[in-house]
């Protein structure tokens, strides 16, 4: 009969788990995020819908912008995943490219702006936290994941355009 006892007490721990660690988010992750979301509105705002349409579709004219600085933005200012809106400003044979590179930051982007795919929040805090307990730093973590998910994107949005032009060709 300890063998009910021992699954009483670990089945409502799992949960007691599981409540403490909600209540550490509702006081530490949220009121940020909430805070960062609604900074990124109001200066989308302040700058104005007509000038941030004006400088995607400017961007979605070069390569180098088409694949940094329009997934940036449109997961900074849209989050995932509304993000994958900023494709109709793309041509379509550059929607493929576009798609990869943006689905390629939503992962690094976490480390610094964690609103913006909060979804997957919990890897790289999974990460930080390893760090942490070895007595790195995070924030040289934070800033390395996010300018090298910038290279990838940009070599995975290069490499898509170029194999999409390929098949497109060939059909």
């Known amino acids: 009969m300890k063998w009910i006892e021992w699954f009483g007490e670990h089945f409502i721990g799992m949960f007691e788990a599981g409540g403490k660690q909600f209540m550490d988010l509702i ?3 949220v009121p940020t995020l909430v805070v960062l979301l609604t900074f990124t509105y109001a200066l989308m705002k302040f700058i104005g819908d007509d000038r941030v349409t004006k400088a995607i579709r400017f ?3 070069y390569t180098i912008l088409r694949y940094t600085l ?3 933005l449109s997961i ?3 989050t ?3 993000a994958y809106t900023f494709g109709r400003f793309v041509e379509e044979r550059q929607k493929p490219a576009f798609f990869d590179s943006l689905v390629t930051f939503l992962h690094p982007v976490t480390a610094i702006f964690p609103y913006a795919n909060a979804g997957e929040l ?3 805090l999974g990460v930080a936290n390893g760090l942490e307990q070895a007595g790195y730093a995070t924030s040289e973590l934070a ?3 996010f300018l090298v998910g910038i290279v990838v994107m940009l070599v995975r949005g290069m ?3 170029q194999i999409t032009k390929y098949l497109a060709n060939r059909m």
């Open 27 to 29: 006081t530490g992750i």
């Open 159 to 161: 490499i898509t355009e």
């Open 76 to 78: 900074l200012l849209l």
């Open 59 to 61: 961007a979605s004219k």
């Open 143 to 145: 800033v390395r994941f």
């Open 80 to 82: 995932n995943p509304m």
């Open 122 to 124: 919990f890897v790289y």
């Open 70 to 72: 329009m997934p940036i």
